[in-house]
T-cell receptor
Framework: RKEVEQDPGPFNVPEGATVAFNCTYS??????FFWYRQDCRKEPKLLMS???SGNEDGRFTAQLNRASQYISLLIRDSKLSDSATYLC?????????FGKGTRLHILP | AAGVIQSPRHLIKEKRETATLKCYPI?????VYWYQQGPGQDPQFLIS???????DKGSIPDRFSAQQFSDYHSELNMSSLELGDSALYFC?????????????FGPGTRLTVT
């Protein structure tokens, strides 16, 4: 089983819709979790850290489920500018592990 | 706010040449990471430094070496370049002392080996 797994997509979603991604991790001792977004040929940008209690930032909500070992990202009222690759990142024993990313295309 | 600075932004080298990539972390950040990202791939972790000491090593080839200097900037040295080394090289920094592993990425150096 890969350490961090994501559905590569692409997810083709109409503008205004809600979309959700999951990311599973294999090491139950993982300590920190993050979502990054990456636009084509650009650097990954930190979207949000994922806390045990879940957290929300505007249209974005991230949740952590330790029992099932996954994190999720929910995007509400999606915009064209949300089109990007979303990378799940997990810190395991001070080792940062990236998922392979989920591609999202918001359709006008 | 100051971000991670990388130089050069673009670099073209021939096979068997050497290259040096530079990274200037966000001020007061104590940890630097290097990543390699090939076309259509996720970032592959190469190496990291915490307080000027190597802290973790990933899939960095033996032909590559890196170090972090007293001013916390880091350099990735690449020798005997191969065509397969063509990629985007990102540097990221974080403040590990705060027990915070949020990494902030630089804009990357695009290396093309011909």
């Amino acid at each position: 089983r890969k350490e961090v797994e994501q559905d590569p997509g692409p997810f083709n979603v109409p503008e205004g819709a809600t979309v959700a991604f999951n990311c599973t991790y294999s090491n139950s001792a993982s300590q920190s979790f993050f979502w990054y977004r990456q636009d084509c040929r650009k650097e990954p940008k930190l979207l949000m850290s994922v806390y045990s209690s879940g957290n929300e930032d505007g249209r974005f909500t991230a949740q952590l489920n330790r029992a099932s070992q996954y994190i999720s990202l929910l995007i509400r009222d999606s915009k064209l500018s949300d089109s990007a690759t979303y990378l799940c990142v997990v810190n395991q024993d001070d080792k940062i592990i990236f998922g392979k990313g989920t591609r999202l295309h918001i359709l006008p | 706010a100051a971000g991670v600075i990388q130089s050069p932004r673009h670099l073209i080298k021939e096979k068997r040449e050497t290259a040096t990539l530079k990274c200037y972390p966000i001020p007061r950040h104590d940890t630097v990471y290097w990543y390699q990202q090939g076309p259509g791939q996720d970032p592959q972790f190469l190496i990291s430094f915490y307080e000027k000491m190597q802290s973790d090593k990933g899939s960095i080839p033996d032909r590559f070496s890196a170090q972090q200097f007293s001013d916390y900037h880091s350099e990735l040295n690449m020798s005997s370049l191969e065509l397969g080394d063509s990629a985007l090289y990102f540097c990221a920094s974080s403040l590990r002392l705060a027990d915070n592993y949020e990494q902030y990425f630089g804009p990357g150096t695009r290396l093309t080996v011909t």
